[in-house]
């Protein structure tokens, strides 16, 4: 069925053709895409993809951009083989195919890529990425895993539950002002609840004028207002690894 009736508010944006600086590899019953730092390095970032999927082309450049800049970055497919959402796809439909990709139900892979990168790629600092989908998947796994020296959540928030609060180490939530997916309301209320409870360091920003997907699915050349927005949010990103990691 076609989205003409109910587009999906997280819109695909700007699909790069992009091919890949890294490689697939194939880590128990997860594929993922590996990217290799310039030099030798014990240090590694894993990086969840968005409803988009593994695949995606914008998601494979910010996993080689986190590599350029000194990281093992590696983005397995946490959908563990299942369809990702396309932009065709009828938004109507979008609850039940959630359903069967639950994002705070990623423990048993996050454990097996954690496993992967301490033991064939000798990492002993290890971080976490996510945009949309994982920026949920961040959040979540930040309370639950203090191997994870660091967190930066795009666009991603927990609505369902009060547990928000308890990071087990710095994370960085990033946000868009005009996001047709998150009310800043909803963001209001995270602050709250970080500033009452965090006992670790945390950074809630807002970036202006933006909207859902800014930093990794909009081109910098399209409208030349977005462009510092989008280059001060992954220069943001780079200085949180660099500064917990």
């Given amino acids: 069925m076609a989205n003409e009736a109910q587009p999906c508010p997280c819109d695909i944006g700007h699909k790069m053709e992009y091919g890949g600086l890294g490689c697939e590899v194939q880590i128990e019953h997860i594929k993922a895409y590996l990217s290799q730092p310039p030099s030798t390095t014990d240090k590694a970032v894993i990086v969840v993809q968005d409803i988009f999927g593994w695949q995606m082309p914008n998601t494979r450049y910010m996993v080689d951009m986190i590599a350029a800049n000194g990281y093992i970055a590696i983005c397995p497919d946490f959908f563990v083989g299942k369809e990702p959402w396309h932009a065709s796809d009828d938004w109507s439909t979008f ?3 959630l359903k069967t990709r639950n994002a705070r139900n990623v423990d048993k892979e996050a454990s097996v890529v954690l496993k992967y990168l301490k033991e064939k790629c000798h990492a002993q600092r290890i971080g976490i990425v996510g945009f949309c989908w994982g920026g949920i998947v961040v959040h979540d796994l930040m309370m639950k895993y203090p191997e994870l020296k660091a967190g930066v959540s795009v666009y991603g928030i927990i609505r369902d539950a009060e547990d928000v609060y308890s990071l087990k180490n710095p994370t960085l939530f990033i946000f868009a002002e ?3 997916v998150i009310p800043l309301e909803q963001v209001t209320l995270l602050t709250q609840k970080l500033n009452e409870h965090a006992k670790v360091d945390y950074q809630i920003k807002i970036f202006p004028g933006q909207t859902h997907g800014f930093v990794h699915r909009q081109r910098e050349d399209w409208n030349p207002k977005d462009k510092p927005y ?3 949010a992954r220069k943001d ?5 660099n500064k917990y990691i």
């Fill in 95 to 97: 609850q039940d195919w």
């Fill in 178 to 180: 005009n996001d047709a």
């Fill in 230 to 232: 989008i280059e001060e």
């Fill in 237 to 241: 990103l780079i200085n949180w690894l």
